[in-house]
């Protein structure tokens, strides 16, 4: 009898941690390896939806952005993006101008609200809310389909599974956040004067005159190319964790929140790696302007 099963047998617990606790990178380098493989595989799929699956996308347009049942009563994606970033340029204003105020600067309220929600707060709020809505959505959808053998079916109708069901989604998505966006970014400007100009009663010309010198048009470039790339990222996690979903109903709902856990990260991730990029040296603006 060998070392291995004799210690297997008197201590099974901590045998079995140790062997979990050892084999650890090996299972993390397969699970980031799977995980590559199938981005690779939507993305590279992402011609032959568009050649083939035309019409997929399109319905999948209209409902990432209107919302079906329940969701399309209220505006679906839109109503929620927008009153989330309604919200998020009010609290900007409102922090803003109570902040600057004790120091004497609450006229830069206008510069605070073009950097803060160009920059950060408009697109971690968007991107929280496309995986609120159209994420978490697509990661349930898939999971049971996964589960009811529907996607196997698609296999063996000789239909690609990745392709009609997570390019598709990733198009889809990459679509509709680019109004979105620009509807989310317009909201929380909105938000931010109203509340300046209405509720704290600071002049609409010295509002204006700090937030348009402040506010730059790369700035806002960027901030759609952040959001895109969100999106993108977003669509595939959720899509992975219902494509692979296993373990019924308890299976299902452990993925949305998997998918839900590692989005949030991620969508943080963006947006700190991005300023780093962009403004980690400098910040691209002058208060002395």
Known sequence: MSTTQILRSRFPRAYGDVTNL????????????????????????????????????????????????????????????????????????????????????????????????????????????????????????????RISEEIDALEVMGIKSISYLVSTRILAGTVVIIPLYAMAILLSFFSAQVVTTVFYAQSVGTYSHYFNTFLRVDDVFWSFLQVIIMSVIVMLNHCYFGYFASGGAVGVGEAVGKSMRTSLVAIVVVVLFASLALYGTDPNFNLTV
């Open 22 to 145: 050892v084999s650890a990178p090996a299972r993390f380098l397969d699970s980031l390896g799977h995980v590559a493989w199938f981005c690779l595989q939507a993305i590279g799929s992402i011609v032959h939806a568009l050649r083939h699956y035309r019409r997929e996308v399109l319905r999948l347009i209209a409902e990432i952005g209107m919302g079906t049942g329940a969701m399309a009563v209220i505006g679906g994606t839109v109503a929620i993006i927008g009153f989330v970033t309604l919200s998020a340029g009010s609290l900007i204003a409102i922090q803003g101008f109570a902040s600057l105020g004790n120091i004497g600067v609450e006229a830069f309220t206008g510069f605070f609200a073009a950097l803060a929600n160009v920059r950060v707060v408009a697109p971690i709020v968007t991107g929280q809310a496309l995986a609120a809505t159209v994420g978490a959505g697509a990661t349930a959808e898939l999971g049971a389909m």
